[in-house]
C-alpha cells in the first residue's frame, strides 16, 4: 500500500469489526483499522455506520448492522468489466482488458440492499473524495464505492487482491487487520452472477 504522504501524527486509527453470518451461519469476524490519520473525514463517516450512532430521519440508528455484502466479484473478470461496474457514469481511461482471477467484495448498501443506495453522516447524499494518496496495491484495503467523483456515500468494498486501475477513482480509508480469512470465505461464497446466491449479512457491528 503506497503511500505519497505520511499520514496526521498523534492522531489514533479507530478499529472497528464486522460479525458476519452466511445464511444464518456464523462466517467469522473482521476487523478493520481506519485511516483516520490520512482519510479522517472518510473514516468517521465509516466507523460511525459500525457504531451506529448516526441516526436517521425518524431518530432510529442506522448503518451497517444487518445490512448485506450484495456483490462478490471472483471467478473470470476482466479489468476493463469489474471497472464499468464501479464506474457506471463513464467508460473510464482503460486501454487493457487483461483477465484477472478475483477482485472484491462489496457492501454497505444498508438503505436498498442492492447498490443502489447512497447515505452519509454529513447531511448530504454524498461527500467529496477526500485524498487519493493510498494506492490499491494489494488485498485486504477498504476503499469507497462510488458512482463517479465525488459520490462517496456508504457503501465500500475490500479488495481480495491489488488492483492498481482504481487508483485515483476510489479512496482508500482502511485495512483488515485480522479475519482475512473470512473475506476469503465470503469470495469464495456461490453467487448467481454477483449477487451472492445465500445472504452474507453483517449480525453485527461496532468499535472495538
Keep these: 500500500m503506497a503511500d505519497d504522504g505520511a499520514g496526521t501524527p498523534g492522531v489514533v486509527n479507530p478499529v472497528v469489526f464486522f460479525d458476519l453470518v452466511l445464511g444464518g451461519e456464523p462466517l ?18 465509516f466507523r460511525q455506520y459500525c457504531t451506529g450512532e448516526t441516526k ?9 448492522k444487518g445490512s ?5 466479484v471472483s471467478g473470470s473478470c476482466s479489468v476493463a468489466l469489474c471497472y464499468f461496474h464501479l464506474h457506471r457514469w ?13 477482485f472484491m467484495i462489496q457492501g454497505g448498501d444498508f438503505l436498498n440492499g442492492d ?25 485486504g484495503l477498504l476503499s469507497m464505492a462510488n458512482s463517479g467523483p465525488n459520490s462517496n456515500g456508504c457503501q465500500f ?4 487482491v491489488p488492483t492498481p486501475f482504481l487508483n485515483n477513482k476510489h479512496v482508500i480509508f482502511g485495512k483488515v487487520v ?22 452474507v449479512v453483517i449480525a453485527q457491528s461496532g468499535e472495538m
Excluded at 436517521?56 to 451497517?64: H, S
Excluded at 448485506?68 to 462478490?72: A, D, Q
Excluded at 467508460?91 to 478475483?102: A, C, F, H, V, Y
Design 68 to 72: 448485506k455484502f450484495h456483490r462478490v
Design 157 to 160: 468494498f475490500i479488495t481480495t
Design 56 to 64: 436517521n430521519a425518524q431518530g432510529y440508528p442506522q448503518g451497517y
Design 115 to 139: 447498490g443502489t443506495g447512497s447515505a452519509c453522516i454529513y447531511g448530504t447524499k454524498a461527500f467529496a473524495d477526500e485524498n487519493f494518496k493510498l494506492k490499491h496495491d494489494t488485498a
Design 90 to 102: 463513464g467508460r473510464g481511461n482503460l486501454i487493457q482488458s487483461r483477465q484477472i482471477k478475483d
Design 178 to 199: 485480522d479475519g482475512m480469512d473470512v473475506v476469503r470465505k465470503v469470495e469464495n461464497t456461490r453467487t448467481r452472477g454477483e449477487k451472492p446466491a445465500t445472504d
Design 28 to 45: 467469522g469476524r473482521i476487523k478493520m483499522e481506519l485511516f483516520a490519520d490520512n482519510t479522517p473525514k472518510t473514516a468517521e463517516n
